[in-house]
């Protein structure tokens, strides 16, 4: 079975409005830095780029 310690829940934020839409997990051992993905954004009525937050 595999181990899911390494894997947490973080945020995304779009970075044009700071509307908080959606959330994932990574892998904090394979990925060390911080998740950046283009996503829809509800709010903004198109595809920017989401950041994760704290």
Known sequence: MA???NRIN?????TE???HNY???RNKKNT???L???KYCKV???E???KEAK
């Open 3 to 5: 181990n899911k310690a």
């Open 10 to 14: 973080v945020t995304l934020k779009c």
């Open 17 to 19: 409005c700071g509307e």
């Open 23 to 25: 959330i994932t997990t």
């Open 32 to 34: 060390p830095e911080k």
């Open 36 to 38: 950046e993905i283009r």
């Open 44 to 46: 903004c009525r198109k």
């Open 48 to 50: 920017t780029v989401h």
